[in-house]
């Protein structure tokens, strides 16, 4: 438990190009106090009316190796999803958060939590990441020095569009 305290002390919501304050905290399961983000176990094990009377104070949070479908239902009751980087090397996070905004169309902000590093966030934002908890102390320093990364040209699709409204050649419609 002393570990969780000095981690809460030193982990800062990184959002729309700053830190802001976090209204959200983690949990094992829902006490019905307050904005709270719950492991996908203890969201499954509750009722369907529990679900329903969370709705806009209960998100979840998904371990790499846990499936979206599980909760594929109940996206439009969720007004947050935590995706879990519980190792810098384990990036499967980050197609779940693409999949979220594309596939299933969710419209509820989709947050990093774990392992995340500096030179992650450039493509953590692009994969559909709305909020970041760093608790990397050299992430913490170049985000508050606006200094998250030296490169500004990707060659990949993001989730949104470019700034520019620039398009990408594999994507063009076929001839008629």
């Known amino acids: 438990m002393p570990d969780q305290t000095v981690q809460e002390q030193t ?7 700053a830190f ?3 209204v959200w905290r983690h949990a094992e399961t829902d006490d019905g106090e307050g904005h709270v983000i719950i492991p996908l176990a203890a969201w499954l094990g509750l009722g369907a009316d ?5 709705s806009n104070r209960v998100g979840v949070l998904i371990a790499p190796g846990e499936k979206l479908e599980t ?3 109940d996206l439009a009751n969720l007004p947050l999803i935590a995706l879990s980087f519980p190792a810098y090397n384990d990036g499967r996070s980050h197609s779940k ?9 969710f419209t509820g902000e989709v947050r ?6 500096v030179d992650q966030i450039p493509l953590l934002l ?3 990441f709305d909020t970041l908890e760093v608790k990397n102390p050299v992430a913490i320093k170049r985000l508050e020095e606006h200094r998250s990364t030296a490169v500004n040209i990707f060659y990949q699709p993001a989730t949104s569009p ?15």
């Open 50 to 54: 529990q679900r329903k009377a969370g």
């Open 162 to 176: 470019s700034a520019k409204g620039e398009g990408y050649s594999w994507r063009r419609k076929p001839a008629a």
């Open 11 to 17: 982990l800062k919501l990184w959002k729309d190009s």
């Open 126 to 128: 692009r994969n559909g």
């Open 20 to 22: 802001v304050e976090d």
């Open 97 to 105: 958060a693409a999949l979220l905004k594309s596939r299933y169309g």
């Open 112 to 117: 990093a939590v774990g392992d995340v590093l």
């Open 71 to 73: 909760i594929a239902g």
